[in-house]
């Protein structure tokens, strides 16, 4: 059986082995060129400039000369070094500072194209690395075909030889579900924030123009940027959003300007959270995000993007839903697993949103329910189980209910089985203790990984947790 060899490697690859290489040249221009337009949007606002051309010019000719000279300097003095087990970044011309990534932190790394990067034929390589921030893993810009050579090179080296012929040159996978941009646009508008927004704003108007009320245009500024926002980062920031299937794991494409890649890969999903707005509901719709190890994960508003890296379907049908699910958990079916609803009692903390309050279980996971104005379904595997805690409330104790806290890693995923009755809970709690110790004993799955823990609860909870769960769900 023939060993698997290293992927080849560009003349810039070997020039960064021996001695560092620098960035592409135009990467001043692609990280600066929004200084100088805001520079140039300044000055044409100036009165005293627009009265003088030639002084304008000279400005911005200053600004110019500059922007460049400066950028020059930082692209200079910046250098990227491959080592025999880490990549090294030297940056700074003035103060001085050296990122050392170490091969074995990285957990993934993908290729993203802003949209200014893009008409140059230009990319960044994202690396989540194990205890590190969004922005230490980030390094740019090289040329595309650059970019795709070092990451396989530098998975090869993180992962050794079985990632070997899985970096091998690949075409374009076949989509598994691409989704519209007329079912971004309608998820948007009838989100909560931008239904909010629009009510609102219209109220503002109408209150204006038809009730004389001077309220003035600043109020409406914040509410036109509730509608304006949601939209751009979610059928802006997902349009044509592509889930495919690789070697490597699920991977994800998205972006009209910025084009964005993610990968997800296999037994790196720490958990899920399934949202279904009240009105999406009644459209079958709901958005998938995922806890991954090294990737937080955000809390937007209802078909906002959450994060840059922990959403797998910002919109999708019902029967789209399973089928990403089954991909990722295989042999996973939601509708399957029975579910246990909190005692009637619970009505008193809860008049309303009781009925939606229930967990279930099965062999690979925990699954909890809240919320009924915007349906939160949180799934837990069982081997990615951090803590178990109980919690009590003062109310909660005079009606023999408790809560009990499922912790995952940092992310989206907040799976706690709400007011349960306390016999349960207790029970509960020593059964999901018991279900994450053997299935980490038995679990087939990668190496371990660092991750960061949530926060400790500032009250007090049965055993050493991350963060409480936000019981401020739609009621």
């Known amino acids: 059986m023939t060993e698997p060899s290293a992927p080849p490697e560009a003349p810039e690859i070997r020039q960064a082995e021996a001695g560092g290489a620098r960035l592409h040249p135009l990467t001043p ?70 990122r050392i990534i170490r091969f074995d932190r990285i957990q993934t790394i993908d290729v993203a194209q802003p949209f200014v990067a893009r ?26 075909d650059e970019a795709v050579n070092l990451r396989a090179l530098l998975l090869y080296r993180a992962k050794g030889e079985q990632a070997a012929e899985q970096q091998a040159p690949q075409a374009e996978p076949e989509p598994l579900l691409v989704v519209p941009t007329g079912r971004l646009l309608g998820a948007t508008l009838l989100s909560s924030t931008v239904l909010a927004s629009t009510a609102a704003l219209i109220w503002l108007i109408a209150a204006t123009t038809v009730l004389e ?16 926002q949601p939209i751009w980062k979610q059928v802006v920031g997902n349009h044509r959003f592509t889930l495919s299937e690789t070697h490597d794991g699920l991977r994800t494409k998205r972006g009209l300007f910025d084009l964005q890649r993610q990968t997800v890969p296999p037994g790196r999903v720490q958990g899920l959270l399934i949202t279904e707005p009240l009105i999406w509901r009644l459209l079958g719709w709901s958005r998938v995000d995922l806890d991954i190890a090294g990737v937080v994960g955000g809390n937007g508003g209802d078909g906002e993007d959450r994060n840059d890296g922990a959403q797998l379907l910002p919109v999708g049908e019902r029967q789209e839903v399973a089928g990403v699910l089954a991909r990722v958990l295989p042999g996973f079916d939601l509708a399957a697993i029975e579910m246990h609803r909190a005692p009637e009692r619970a009505k008193w903390l809860r008049p309303v949103g009781w009925r939606y309050l229930a967990y279930g279980v099965d062999e690979q996971v925990l699954v909890t329910t809240r919320g009924w104005v915007s349906r939160r379904t949180s799934i837990v595997l069982h081997h990615k189980t951090q803590s178990v805690r109980l919690q009590q409330g003062p109310l909660q104790r005079r009606l023999g209910l408790a809560n009990v806290h499922v912790d995952t890693p940092q992310g989206p995923t907040d799976a706690v089985a709400l007011h349960r009755d306390l016999a349960e809970a207790a029970a509960l709690l020593e059964a999901q203790a018991d279900r994450a110790r053997e299935a980490r004993r038995t679990a087939d799955s990668p190496a371990a990984v660092h991750t960061q823990p949530k926060a400790p609860s500032p009250d007090g909870s049965s055993s050493s947790a991350a963060s409480p769960a936000d019981d401020s769900s739609a009621r």
């Open 119 to 144: 008409l140059f034929g230009m990319a960044e390589l994202r690396m989540d690395v194990a205890g590190g921030g969004k922005s230490d893993g980030r390094l740019s810009y090289f040329r595309y």
């Open 213 to 228: 009320f001077h309220i003035g245009l600043f109020a409406a500024l914040p509410l036109l940027l509730g509608v304006v």
């Open 29 to 98: 221009f692609v990280k600066g060129w929004g200084y100088f337009v805001v520079a140039a949007f300044a000055m044409a606002n100036n009165e005293g400039l627009r009265s003088d051309l030639t002084i304008a010019g000279l400005g911005l000719l200053a600004v110019l000369v500059g922007g460049i000279l400066l950028g020059a300097l930082s692209w200079w003095f910046t250098k990227w070094q491959l080592t025999a087990d880490a990549i090294r970044v030297d940056s700074g011309f003035l103060f001085r500072r050296t």
